[in-house]
């Protein structure tokens, strides 16, 4: 039975795990001037998983080499890489980054949903979905109106972003098997990524033709190792650890950090100031994790006794 409380360094994972991929929406807006959608994931997937074989390799970890293992990679690879990325990088082409990161948002609302018909010791109770619901809102506030204003205006884009959401919901509930496994987080993350390229290898060379394309600029290959290298590689090993310890839907409370974090870091490295439905947004999402956390709760209620 996993605990739905997560302990104080889970949360401190959480939180670094949303500020690796709150980066990920500015650096495929930055690679996509210059590389289509189907060539920018393969490269993503193929340099992170390179950068992690060769990390088993000179650390010496255990590497998985079992069928059924391989098997789940290849699963886990389609739901948590290879559809939802190219969705979201294919969604990014017609709408903004904004209306996508609360597309994105709605990750853990369909999460409670598939561990409700999936996921017997995660099933929800009133108060995990009073808190997703809550973080739901507080995004929304968060990235404000005007990105809501591009609704219904591409809407395959919208629905392609929202389907990315509900294969990570189905993919975080699948990669709970690793855990039982007894699988390293870094292996588990190398062959997800690994049979994600594989998969994706022969599509993108038919479809965008990467050797008839003119070689990208300075800007989109930093973007691309940054993507790769922080928001993939690095970010995997911790959503993996997470996964085996706090269970699929306290990890997909990520997506409600993820905006706090692009303009957290936006706000510190850019000098961007924070705007009033900003602030609102951000204390309606703590006050749902709060609210999903529930030791403020139990102690409120501890001190009334």
């Known amino acids: 039975m996993i605990d739905i409380r997560m302990t104080k360094a889970q949360w401190a994972m959480l939180v670094l795990l949303s500020m690796l991929w709150g980066g990920s929406f500015f650096f495929v807006e930055a690679i996509l001037v210059d590389l289509p959608p189907l060539t920018l994931v393969l490269g993503r997937v193929t340099i992170a998983a390179t950068c992690l074989w060769v990390f088993l390799l000179v650390t010496r970890r255990p590497l998985a080499l079992q069928p059924r293992i391989w098997l789940a990679f290849a699963i886990m690879g389609l739901l948590n890489n290879l559809i939802p990325f190219s969705l979201i990088a294919w969604g990014q082409t017609e ?89 390293d987080p870094v292996m588990v993350a190398a062959g997800q990524l690994s049979a994600s390229a594989v998969f994706l290898a022969p599509v993108a060379i038919l479809i965008d033709r990467p050797g008839q394309m003119a070689m990208p600029g300075i800007a989109a290959m930093l973007a691309l190792l940054g993507l790769a290298l922080f928001s993939t ?58 609210v999903l956390d529930g030791r403020a709760w139990e102690a409120t209620k501890r001190g009334t006794a």
């Open 95 to 183: 709408i903004s980054s904004g209306l996508a990161s609360i597309l994105n948002a709605t990750t853990p609302l369909f999460a409670v949903l598939v561990a409700a018909l999936w996921l017997p010791d995660e099933r929800p109770g009133p108060a995990k979905i009073t808190g997703v619901a809550i973080g739901f809102v507080g995004v929304v506030v968060l990235i404000g109106s005007d990105a809501l204003g591009g609704l219904g205006a591409s809407t395959m884009a919208q629905a392609a972003i929202l389907l990315a959401a509900i294969s990570y919901a189905f993919a975080g509930a699948f990669g709970r098997r690793f855990r039982d496994y007894g699988v």
């Open 233 to 290: 590689a690095l970010a995997y090993v911790l959503y993996f650890r997470l996964l085996a310890q706090a269970g699929a839907t306290n990890l997909l409370l990520v997506t409600f950090l993820i905006p706090v974090s692009a303009i957290a870091l936006g706000t510190t490295f850019l000098a961007e100031q924070l705007s009033p439905n900003e602030i609102t947004g951000m204390a309606i999402i703590a006050l749902g994790l709060v």
